[in-house]
């Protein structure tokens, strides 16, 4: 499961109403149904995003955060969507992104929400890279990551918004012993060879090996992807 901009707008309606009741009557689905979908997003994301009491529902602090990106993202579609295609007919939207299967996705979405123009993508591993593309002017939006403890900050002439928060993965072979499980700690992973990806200039793989270090293990690079 991914965030997808339908789940940032239940956020946002559970928020505005104050009650999962009132934003399912808004929304025109059952209290159940929206209670459910609350619940998978708030495992997606990791933690509670709303408290719960006989009064309604109020965001923890994490999600004041998640409600401050989501709605920074709903606004900035929904005036990508009051545009229309007109303002961008015959017009290139220049896009870059690193490599990640979301911007399929994103490039499908401004494809149909903006047929008449011609969409381009670039894609390139250093984040800082795009940044900077942004920032001059060869790129008009551009799909990158961050990491806790190594948030990006761009220039205050750039805007930006959270499209989707996703878990560190890691890959072992089908016969690993660890392989069948649903999540591993990275301390159990100490003394295995690592294929790690090269830097990308944003904070990895120093994210993975500041974890690994908290964790009591230090990853053996054996293999370097290039």
């Known amino acids: 499961m991914q965030l997808e901009l339908r789940h940032l707008r239940t956020l946002r309606a559970i ?10 009557a808004a929304l025109g689905v059952s209290q159940p149904a929206l209670t459910a979908q609350l619940g998978r997003i708030e495992r997606l994301l990791g933690a509670a995003v ?9 965001p923890t602090a994490f999600g004041e955060f998640v409600l401050a990106r989501a709605r920074v993202v709903l606004a900035g579609v929904d005036d990508l969507l009051a545009a229309g295609p007109h303002e961008l007919a015959g017009q290139a939207v220049r896009v870059g992104s690193f490599e990640n299967p979301v911007v399929v996705t994103l490039v499908a979405n401004l494809t149909a929400a903006l047929p008449d123009a011609r969409i381009t993508l670039q894609t390139e591993h250093f984040v800082r890279v795009l940044v900077d593309m942004v920032a001059n002017g060869r790129l008009d939006v551009a799909l990158v990551a961050d990491y806790p403890g190594h948030e990006l900050r761009p220039s205050p002439s750039m805007g930006m918004g959270v499209v989707a928060v996703e878990p560190v993965f890691v890959a072992l072979p089908a016969a690993h012993p660890l392989a069948g499980r649903t999540e591993v700690d990275l301390a159990e992973l100490a003394g295995e060879p690592w294929v790690l990806p090269p830097p990308d200039g944003m904070g990895w793989p120093e994210h993975l090996l500041e974890a690994c270090g908290r964790a009591g293990c230090t990853p053996r690079g054996r293999y370097q992807l290039v």
Do not use: L, M, W
Not at 15 to 24: E, I, L
């Open 50 to 58: 709303f408290t719960r009491d006989h009064r309604g529902v109020a």
């Open 15 to 24: 928020a505005d109403q104050g009650s999962v009741t009132r934003a399912a």
